[in-house]
């Protein structure tokens, strides 16, 4: 049948499953927002207030469903208002898809009105880009990005069609949505048979967990692997929920903000068990130093990966639900009783310490948890509330703790708490921001008013950029340049401008009144924590040290 290229883009994201687009409207998109406007009992539109805010809400949605989300702009600065969001996803192996549109055919190249290269821009980041000329190549395009955004390792795919292209009609070819094909297989029994002996054969093994293991949904398949190896376990910020953090074996994050029992029992292992992590600088620290005494194993679906940034002794390159499936068929139960004693010793010696009397940053996660059911979600902004929020919220299921790792976006949480909020309509979503970040994305309240998305905003308001002035008292003497927030906004009467409950609190007393308050609300809430502004994030890990130099207050202490 013949149609509009417009309608033939949304019949093809009815296909892909599409129940939800998070975009905001221009001249050259018309024709898609015109299409979707006889369409919107089967897909709901959000008008984000940015299209940064739109990247980040389909971000959410797709890290909290596992679902492909997907983004709309249009051209020249709205597409360019992607690219922010794009990099966060690509960074994080996020499923994506943008779809844009250019100016007509005839416009490109000249420099016209609004007219931008927006598939040159993103090319880098990423794992496809489109450029669509032709009305009756539409349709493989769109299903061509669904299909690359999910395959593999997932990843952010932009689409952009010319405007005369939605306008023009072609023929289509309705197509159902392909089912999920297994992941082929791609490594060998010998592979995996090698892999089984050096577990085997070690005798202070230690399990390294990363993004991978969320996005493969092989949590069941994990907790197996950890039974029958009995070894300590930690994760990267990334890697969060893939393994239940109430297990006595889970020893906490690893890296520059890591616990000192995962970042010294890494460093005394003999066997580091890397599964879909990818061996970022915040976890390794100095690569020189990282795990010396330890054989290195390495699964990771992504080929590029594998010696890139440590090397491994063995690796296996293939999709870690079906790698451990294998390895587990190939290990009956071990006994590392010595070595997981030695890591339980040093999470007693090291505790994560919260103040009870006082408002912290601690406290103030440990008492949201508190309130929060089992498969609520917690989404972060980027910076000390961030690394709180990692060290103090424990997750106990994949998908429960979203936060942008690898590019660490300010501004990403709001908009992603958005995204999952309508993923999940009946879980409650809270946002942890700074008083930082709140400056970047606090427009995207008018989104959650708007559509009646009742999410919980958490400022941790300490009137200064937190993080950046912790490296400042540390490391530069104290030279807090253009660090302090110093002015007289007022964070509550802002949310209150945009139709938002509330309330500022600067006590423990008030903070429980406060959560009390919002988790029974059917509205967005706002909730303007007070805290010290030279509370700092520990334990850390000096840039370019190894892991093992792991410090905390104690120790500043000590050698002052």
């Known amino acids: 049948m013949r149609m509009k290229g417009a309608e033939i883009v949304v019949r093809c994201l009815l296909e892909q499953g599409v129940d939800c687009v998070f975009g905001y409207p221009g001249g050259t998109i018309l024709d898609i927002y015109d299409a979707l406007y006889h369409h919107k009992k089967e897909i709901r539109h959000i008008r984000t207030s940015h299209e940064q805010g739109a990247a980040h809400a389909a971000d959410g949605y797709a890290r909290a469903s596992g679902r492909v989300g997907v983004c709309l702009a249009t051209s020249g600065p709205g597409s360019t208002n992607l690219v922010t969001g794009l990099a966060t996803a690509y960074m994080d192996s996020v499923p994506v898809v943008a779809i844009t549109c250019n100016v007509t055919n005839q416009l490109l190249g000249k420099d016209s009105f609004q007219e931008v290269d927006i598939t040159g ?22 299903r061509k990005a669904f299909e690359i955004a999910g395959s593999g390792r997932p990843g952010p795919v932009l689409v952009d069609i010319t405007k005369d292209t939605t306008q023009k009609t072609g023929e289509y070819e309705p197509a159902g949505k392909k089912t999920s094909a297994s992941a082929k297989k791609t490594f060998t029994e010998e592979e995996i048979e090698r892999a089984a002996s050096m577990i085997k054969k070690a005798k202070k093994p230690y399990i390294y967990v990363g993004g991978g293991a969320v996005s493969a949904g092989c949590a069941k398949e994990l907790g197996t692997f950890v039974e029958k190896v009995h070894a300590p376990v930690c994760t990267s910020l990334m890697g969060k929920g893939a393994f239940d953090e109430r297990n006595p074996l889970f020893s906490g994050m690893i890296g520059m903000h890591g616990t000192k029992a995962s970042n010294l029992g890494v460093s ?5 068990i890397a599964l879909g992590a990818r061996f970022s600088d915040r976890v ?6 990282f795990a010396q005494g330890a054989k290195i194993l390495h699964v990771d679906i992504d ?20 790698v451990l499936k294998a390895l ?32 912290t ?12 059911r089992e498969g609520d979600i917690l989404t972060t902004d980027v910076g000390q509330h961030q690394m709180w929020s990692a060290q103090f919220f424990e997750a106990h299921r994949p998908r429960t703790f979203l936060s942008s790792g690898g590019l660490g976006t300010m501004g990403f949480g709001l908009g992603a708490a958005i995204g999952a909020k309508c993923a999940h309509p009946a879980k409650r979503i809270v946002n942890v921001t700074g008083d930082g970040c709140f ?75 406060a959560l009390a308050l919002a988790f029974r609300a059917k509205k967005t809430v706002v909730l303007d924590c007070v805290i010290d502004t030279d509370d700092a994030v520990f334990p850390m890990v000096p840039a370019g040290r190894s892991i093992a130099d792991a410090f905390d207050a104690a120790d500043l202490a000590r050698r002052k």
């Open 121 to 142: 821009v993103t090319m880098p980041i990423t794992k496809h880009s489109f450029i669509v000329k032709d009305t009756s190549l539409l349709a493989d395009a769109i």
């Open 284 to 289: 390794t620290g100095n690569p020189a130093t």
């Open 303 to 322: 080929p590029a990966e594998i010696n890139k940034n440590i090397r491994a002794d063995h690796h296996i390159n293939g999709d870690l639900k079906q």
């Open 328 to 359: 587990n068929a190939h290990l009956s139960p071990m006994r590392h009783t010595a070595f997981v004693r030695e890591v339980e010793t040093l999470k007693k010696r090291y505790p994560l310490r919260t103040e009870k009397k006082r408002l």
């Open 268 to 272: 005394a292992c003999d066997l580091v």
């Open 361 to 372: 940053g601690p406290a103030v996660i440990r008492a949201l948890q508190s309130h929060m």
């Open 439 to 513: 400056r970047m994305n606090c427009n995207e309240l008018a989104t959650s008013t708007a559509y009646g998305l009742p999410v919980i905003e958490v400022i941790f308001d300490n009137r200064t950029l937190g993080m950046v002035r912790q490296w400042q008292t540390l490391f530069y003497d104290r030279a807090y340049s253009a660090t302090d927030i110093t002015d007289p906004v007022d964070y509550c009467r802002i949310a209150e401008g945009f139709g938002c409950e509330a309330y500022r609190v600067t006590t423990m007393a008030e903070l429980e009144d």
